[in-house]
């Protein structure tokens, strides 16, 4: 079983920032980051990275969110998040697989089988 850590999240008011980062034990891993909306009974894809090298958003995250990750080992992911707005409030996951996820399938939750316990993130007007 994968240990993925996530961490960064708390309370901003709207208009703020957090950067969030989830870290995996080794290198070889695949990873992105989700959320989980209160009373929303499934987790939204956010930002990922495509096998292209390119990043993939969510259309209500993109420009906004800036998915980045550590240059030499591939162990740690961050989402920095700006301008952050009430409707982001959600519960934050990082997930990951081993090895990398078919091309435009990034975002989506049965790619990933390994996922963390979740950072909050509230945001008020």
């Known amino acids: 079983q994968v240990q993925l850590e996530e961490s960064g999240g708390g309370s901003v008011q709207s208009g703020g920032s957090l950067r969030l980062s989830c870290s995996v034990p080794?290198?070889?891993?695949?990873m992105s980051w989700f959320r989980q909306a209160p009373g929303t009974a499934g987790r939204e894809g956010i930002a990922a990275f495509s096998t292209t090298g390119s990043p993939s958003y969510a259309r209500p995250v993109k420009g906004r969110f800036t998915i980045s990750r550590d240059g030499t080992k591939n162990t740690q992911y961050f989402l920095q998040m700006n301008d952050l707005k009430p409707d982001d409030t959600a519960m934050y996951y990082c997930a990951a697989k081993q090895g990398p996820v078919p091309l435009a399938y990034e975002l989506g939750i049965s790619e990933y089988p390994f996922w963390g316990r979740g950072t909050q993130v509230t945001v008020s007007a």
């Open positions: 080794e290198r070889g891993y695949w």
